[in-house]
């Protein structure tokens, strides 16, 4: 599975900003839980939210709950993150990731995805 993310760059505070995630394979894309990371210079990576394969549960990490939104778009191959109300300390180089699984549990750690894009960068200004 490849994925590509999109839409980074830099804001100002108080700005808002949609990434997106293109997922691809040699195969069906069916049943596939996906999720959003970001990482800052120093710091471990973070669960930013995620998303299960159905669409009916999503989950967040409590910097950001309240604030981003994950969806999936038409097809599920592609996933969005709604970042509104950003701040400062959003600056972070933002990561897709999934794994082939069905089940109706978020899961928020980085070692449970098996596949990763390669990081799209967010600057937010103060």
């Known amino acids: 599975v490849q994925l590509v993310e999109s839409g980074g760059g830099l804001v100002q505070t108080g700005d808002s900003l949609r990434l997106s995630c293109a997922a691809s394979?040699?195969?069906?894309?069916?049943?596939?839980?996906m999720a959003w990371f970001r990482q800052a210079p120093g710091k471990d990576r973070e669960f930013v939210g995620a998303?299960?394969?159905?669409?009916?549960?999503?989950g967040y990490g409590d910097s950001v709950k309240g604030r981003f939104t994950i969806s999936h778009g038409n097809a599920k191959n592609m996933v969005y993150l709604q970042m509104d109300n950003l701040k400062p300390e959003d600056t972070a180089v933002y990561y897709c990731?999934?794994?082939?699984?069905?089940?109706?549990?978020?899961?928020?750690?980085?070692?449970?995805?098996?596949?990763w894009g390669q990081g799209t960068q967010v600057t937010v200004s103060s």
């Open positions: 990731a999934t794994v082939h699984w069905d089940g109706d549990e978020i899961w928020n750690e980085p070692d449970e995805y098996d596949y």
């Open positions: 394979s040699g195969g069906n894309l069916d049943r596939y839980h």
């Open positions: 998303i299960t394969w159905s669409g009916r549960k999503t």
